[in-house]
């Protein structure tokens, strides 16, 4: 492998090489459809062509993306991707042999000129400007993992009120650094979570952090849970998919890999079942079994105490508006999570609405 080739540092950037749109990231995504129209006219591009299985690609993804980021408000230039196995023969009308390959499109050409050089956002950065005419600085990309270091590691990983993933890696560890993507998409997902932690610490500088845990290989995660701070292994999958499903598992949430809530969550099985009674029950018998609902959220705990609340608001609303009260104001909390709303408002919508759909 050539020096320009080899990826210096760890990564903690999204890694989106399966965007369906240019708003899921800042590259265009470009096809046999659009690539006309978007390269060779009134501004430079530059393309990386790449596959998806493709290793190279992979470590190449965050870079590119923080590279798009920073040009994203730049009018005179383009930073584009095409994915060369959906779309094989643009890329070899374009002369693409092998993945990734990264060409800059002067305006109004479509004679490009290959990139040689090294493979960070630094060096095409440097490469864009001067070939586009641009002055663009990097944009800083904040990340959602949270940094562990000898002073702070006891405070964040010990504390009793939260989970805390940790991994253990090395600057020149490889693996580490292909996980480096995922495992900050891992973390965007769950900054939601106030008792969920994404950390990472370097084993390399802290040799007693890593000593004191047993850690002889990176990169290693050690869950700490809020009933077991000794730690133990993480042995699942290291996809997005076996992330997402750790925590939902372990810790009780109800997340995506996106960060969105699923439809499960708010749902307490107990309300459930009082539910499903209620609204088969006769008019004259509901409110029998709101007092039953009302006795049960009493006994309930944390987080299922907040949603129980949400069922019993919803099924005293239910007895005096009507029973289309639930389908109405589901469609009309939907009408809200359609529009442009924080994030902590979609999570209350989105909890409140997966309640009322137990009410219909």
């Not at 993945?99 to 290959?114: A, V």
């Not at 969920?196 to 802290?206: C, E, H, L, Q, T």
């Amino acid at each position: 492998m050539e020096r320009s080739q080899i990826w210096f540092g760890t990564l903690t950037l999204t890694l989106a090489l399966l965007c369906l749109s240019v708003e899921a990231d800042d590259v265009v995504v470009l096809t046999a459809e659009n690539f006309a129209t978007e390269v060779g006219q009134s501004r430079g591009a530059l393309v990386e062509f790449y596959a998806p299985w493709c290793g190279h690609c992979k470590k190449l993804a965050p870079e590119y993306e923080k590279l798009g980021s920073s040009f994203k408000k730049a009018k005179s230039v383009l930073i584009a991707k095409v994915d060369c196995d959906e779309h094989k023969d643009l890329c070899s009308q374009n002369g693409v042999t092998g993945y990734p390959t990264i060409k800059w499109f002067p305006k109004y050409s479509l004679e490009p000129k290959k990139y040689e050089g090294p493979r960070t956002a630094e060096a095409l950065a440097e490469f864009v400007n001067t070939e586009g005419g641009t002055n663009v600085r990097l944009a800083s990309i904040p990340s959602s993992v949270v940094v562990l270091t000898a002073e702070n590691f006891d405070e964040v990983v010990l504390d009793e009120s939260k989970d805390v993933l940790v991994e253990f890696y090395a600057p020149w560890c490889g693996h580490c650094k292909n996980l480096a993507p995922t495992y900050e998409k891992v973390a965007s997902a769950f900054k939601s979570e106030e008792d969920v932690v994404i950390a990472n610490v370097d084993a390399d500088k802290y040799k007693d952090l890593a000593e004191k845990y047993g850690v002889s290989g990176f990169p290693t995660l050690k869950f700490f849970p809020k009933g077991n701070k000794a730690g133990e292994d993480y042995d699942g999958g290291r996809d997005l998919d076996d992330f997402v499903t750790f925590f939902n598992e372990k810790c009780g949430t109800s997340r995506d890999g996106k960060g969105q809530l699923t439809s499960q969550a708010g749902i307490v099985a107990s309300l459930d079942a009082l539910v499903k009674e209620f609204v088969s029950a006769a008019s004259d018998e509901q409110k029998a079994v709101l007092s039953r609902i009302e006795e049960e959220v009493g006994n309930l705990k944390g987080s299922s105490s907040r949603y129980g609340k949400i069922y019993l608001k919803a099924a005293k609303s239910c007895i005096e508006k009507g029973a289309d009260y639930a389908k109405n104001e589901k469609e009309r909390l939907q009408r809200i999570l359609d529009k442009s709303i924080s994030s902590l408002k979609a999570d209350e919508f989105t909890i409140k609405k997966n309640i009322l759909s137990t009410f219909m």
